[in-house]
Nanobody, 121 residues
Framework: QVQLVESGGGLVQAGGSLRLSCAASGRIFRSYRMGWFRQGSGKEREFVAS????????YYADSVKGRFTISRDNAKNTVYLQMNSLKPEDTAVYYCAADSQNDGTMTPDYWGQGTQVTVSS
């Protein structure tokens, strides 16, 4: 069982930065692919970024490439999402996710409760 708790969301002006953190319980964290998804108001949940268990492979949605960076610290059981040059369209609830499969389309086994990110124009 893996439990995920996000933090770091908030209100920021366009062009600003935020760093989201996701703390995971469970000693199997380091074998899981981790990712971030988001869901804007009235929209479907969408993939944002993922990172393999080793940290060596990362993927990003086209909409965030060059602005967001995903990283992980397996010693701390934590995954991060550094978000720079934020835009109003980045406004959403951001969810941390864990997937036991380290390749293919990410299909999470576990989800966090979500953290709100609001970008004002």
């Amino acid at each position: 069982q893996v439990q995920l708790v996000e933090s770091g969301g908030g209100l920021v002006q366009a062009g600003g930065s935020l760093r989201l953190s996701c703390a995971a319980s469970g000693r199997i964290f380091r074998s899981y692919r981790m990712g971030w998804f988001r869901q804007g108001s009235g929209k479907e949940r969408e993939f944002v970024a993922s990172i393999a268990w080793s940290g060596a492979v990362t993927y990003y949605a086209d909409s965030v490439k060059g602005r967001f960076t995903i990283s992980r610290d397996n010693a701390k059981n934590t995954v991060y999402l550094q978000m720079n040059s934020l835009k109003p369209e980045d406004t959403a609830v951001y969810y941390c996710a864990a997937d036991s499969q380290n390749d293919g389309t990410m299909t999470p086994d576990y989800w966090g409760q979500g953290t709100q990110v609001t970008v004002s124009s």
